[in-house]
């Protein structure tokens, strides 16, 4: 039973360019959040998408956006970065049912100079 | 919003000694406690969750407490091993329509000493 799966697993970028992360969420699973880890933090909410629409949203800027697929495949795509972007980005899957666990992948390292 | 407080920042223990982590969380609306364990260039793995209409929780050598009324809930690990070093995460989701985000504590790093 494959888990959630993120692409690519490190990425590097310059300070002003678009970045596009990858997500396929666990067996079963139909909802997929984005969370943003900053070293030595623990993760910050995104947003969460269900059934191809953005269902909450974090305290993140319209920088950031995503996209949810008919086969519940998620990405995340952030513009216009800056150095402060630089973080582990974790994909998370679950049901749509409230309060189902969280299930992470294991994130991409992106860094941006 | 949710603030969820986690102490301490940092914990070593001798092995086979328990271990216990800490958080606080601010919405007393909040109704759904999971702890993550985080090994380095992984992600976060759920290790043990409780909701809010229950008190405790135990999973083999793992056990969670929440009390609503003082809004705080703890990790206990007994019987660590060396393979339990790693950082964990407490967690806080509030209840309502429209609430589905996680909100997490800044994380213990934990270290068990052979």
């Known amino acids: 039973d494959a888990g959630v799966t993120q692409s690519p697993t490190h990425l590097i970028k310059t300070r002003g360019q678009q970045v596009t992360l990858r997500c396929s969420p666990k067996?079963?699973?139909?909802?997929v959040s984005w969370y943003q880890q900053a070293l030595g933090q623990g993760p910050q909410f995104i947003f969460q998408y269900y059934e191809e629409e953005e269902r909450q949203r974090g305290n993140f800027p319209d920088r950031f956006s995503g996209h949810q697929f008919p086969n519940y495949s998620s990405e995340l795509n952030v513009n216009a970065l800056l150095l402060g972007d630089s973080a582990l980005y974790l994909c998370?899957?679950?049901?749509?049912?409230?309060?189902?666990?969280?299930?992470f992948g294991n994130g991409t390292r992106l860094t941006v100079t | 919003g949710e603030n969820v407080e986690q102490h301490p920042s940092t914990l070593s223990v001798q092995e086979g000694d328990s271990a216990v982590i800490k958080c606080t969380y601010s919405?007393?609306?909040?109704?759904?406690f999971p702890w993550y364990k985080q090994e380095l260039g992984k992600g976060p793995q759920l290790i043990i969750d409780?909701?809010?209409?229950?008190g405790e929780k135990k999973d083999q050598r793992i056990a969670v407490t929440l009390n609503k009324t003082a809004k705080h809930f703890s990790l206990h690990i007994t019987e660590t091993q060396p393979e339990d070093s790693a950082v964990y995460f407490c967690?806080?989701?509030?209840?309502?329509?429209?609430?589905?985000?996680?909100?997490f504590g800044k994380g213990t790093k934990l270290s068990v000493i052979p």
């Open positions: 919405d007393s609306a909040s109704n759904y």
């Open positions: 967690a806080a989701r509030a209840s309502g329509a429209g609430s589905y985000q996680l909100t």
């Open positions: 409780i909701r809010s209409n229950v």
């Open positions: 067996s079963g699973h139909d909802t």
């Open positions: 998370a899957s679950s049901l749509r049912v409230y309060n189902s666990p969280l299930h």
